[in-house]
């Protein structure tokens, strides 16, 4: 997280991100937001109780952690991923019926911000260190494998 302290302006946060975290991101200068959009990036949005246990199993299970951005007000995860789901309605069905949503191809995704406008609303539960994503099908079988145990 050093790194992303010393990023103290929306447009040097946005150049770490680009640079040293592959992600495609500008800034909404009149605002301050830092968004990227999906397609080069996937990203699945859950509520947080579920993102907890999702983060902690594949934790526990020693799967690589990709970036996670905590949506505060709303209490939503969203876990950044590779683009790998494939465009299939059943899948976004079953996923609606948990509260996950896979951001479609082209929709924003608003990142961390150190502008003033953004800080209260969204920040870091796993910070972006390098390009690093996970495959966006293995948030997905974790996410089925949390809600069966749950569930039970």
């Avoid at 302290?5 to 495609?24: E, G, K, Q």
Wanted: hydrophobic letters at 40%; proline letters at 9%; charged letters at 20%.
């Amino acid at each position: 997280m050093d790194q992303l302290a010393l990023a103290d302006t929306p447009t040097a946060r946005c150049a770490f991100y680009r640079h040293t975290c592959d992600l495609p991101a500008g800034v909404h200068p009149e605002i301050g937001r830092i968004v990227l959009r999906a397609g080069f990036v996937g990203a699945i949005t859950m509520p947080a109780a579920l993102g907890q246990r999702v983060r902690d199993d594949l934790t526990h299970r020693r799967i690589g952690l990709g970036p996670i951005i905590s949506h505060v007000r709303s209490k939503r995860w969203t876990f950044l991923t590779r683009p790998d789901l494939p465009d299939d309605v059943r899948l976004f069905a079953e996923l609606f019926r948990l509260n996950v949503s896979i951001v479609p191809s082209g929709g924003e995704i608003a990142l961390p911000s150190p502008a003033a406008a953004d800080a209260d609303y969204r920040h870091w539960i796993v910070a972006p260190q390098n390009g690093f994503r996970p495959p966006g099908s293995s948030i997905v079988d974790t996410v089925r494998s949390c809600t069966r145990t749950a569930g039970r």
